[in-house]
């Protein structure tokens, strides 16, 4: 095994382990024992629902010093708000398909080097999104990615992986209707005809694409989307630029930037923050600024 550099003094962490994310059981027993070895004191919980993440954290808040999160972006959403209520710092061991988070904050997706991350004990304050009282790390979207949630199984995300991602996309772009809404930002109101809108607090989401080419999850600011193509085959040329960021008028692609959104539907759409839906429209916008103490790589 290879030296790392120990902890000055030893720390309680919560080891959160989502038993259904797509590495665990290959690599659970190995984020065990790497943890111990750099003389963390674990404990260990595995909660088969989402919802009991917070309620596993707010148990264990006087008895631990950090919460490692090992899952993906599902399983990190689930514990956000617990993470917030309690004030607890969070470290990431990625074991998920997309692992958006991790990858906005440069943690390797190797479980060696991201046990090593936490060893070394560098510290970020970030940005949360928020939205109707729920947080969220990388991005609360309407739409067609509520289409592709939908689409996307534990079984195929096990199986394809990242593949999975992109498979669901094509299936569910192949049958997307439009539908109006309203967005409200600084006192302008905004009607739009739309396939989705997106609000993006960190940099990457949906298996690496991202939000805005400039944005970071420490920017105090919130970036929107909304797809509004007029022509079929613009679809072709908008998923490209959504790889990049770098979205253009001319395709279809409306953006928005700041720190408040209100978004209006005719009838309740379904939100989902960081894949999972979790709330419906009428929707409440902003953004948290330094909300969360992250464990992350030191700068080079």
């Known amino acids: 095994m290879a030296n790392f550099p120990q902890p000055a003094h030893p ?83 990625p074991l998920g398909t997309a692992n958006d988070l991790a990858r906005t904050l440069k943690i390797p997706a190797s479980v060696t080097e991201a046990c090593q991350i936490i060893a070394c004990g560098h510290q970020q304050k970030i940005d949360l999104g928020w939205v109707n009282g729920k947080h969220f790390f990388n991005v609360a979207s309407l739409g067609l990615s509520v289409k592709i949630t939908r689409k996307l199984t ?33 006192s302008q109101i905004q009607r739009v005809k739309t396939l989705q809108i997106a609000v993006g607090n960190g940099k990457y989401y949906g298996g690496g694409m991202s939000i805005a080419h400039d944005a970071t999850i420490d920017d105090q600011r919130l970036d929107l989307y ?21 979205h253009r008028e001319e395709l279809g692609v409306r953006t928005v930037s700041g720190s408040d959104f209100q978004i209006y539907t005719s009838k309740p759409y379904p939100i989902n923050t960081d894949g999972e839906i979790t709330t419906w429209t009428p929707a409440h916008f902003r953004v948290i600024p330094q909300a969360l103490t992250v464990l992350v790589p030191q700068p080079k």
């Open 226 to 246: 909304s797809l509004e193509i007029k022509h079929w085959w613009q679809i072709l040329w908008v998923w490209l630029t959504l790889r990049t960021g770098k």
């Open 11 to 93: 720390k309680t962490a919560l080891l959160l382990i989502n038993p259904h994310a797509r590495k665990t059981q290959k690599n659970l027993s190995q984020v065990v024992y790497q943890l111990q070895a750099l003389d963390f004191d674990i404990i260990q919980e595995s909660p088969e629902h989402p919802q009991e993440f917070t309620s596993t954290i707010q148990r264990y808040k006087d008895q631990v010093d950090f919460v490692i999160v090992g899952g993906g972006d599902g399983t990190l959403n689930a514990a956000v708000d617990g993470l917030v209520e309690t004030g607890l710092p969070l470290a990431i061991v």
């Open 154 to 186: 534990k079984k195929s995300k096990k199986h394809w992986g990242a593949l999975a991602y992109v498979w669901a996309a094509i299936q569910a772009t192949l049958t997307a209707r439009p539908f109006r809404a309203l967005i409200e930002v600084d």
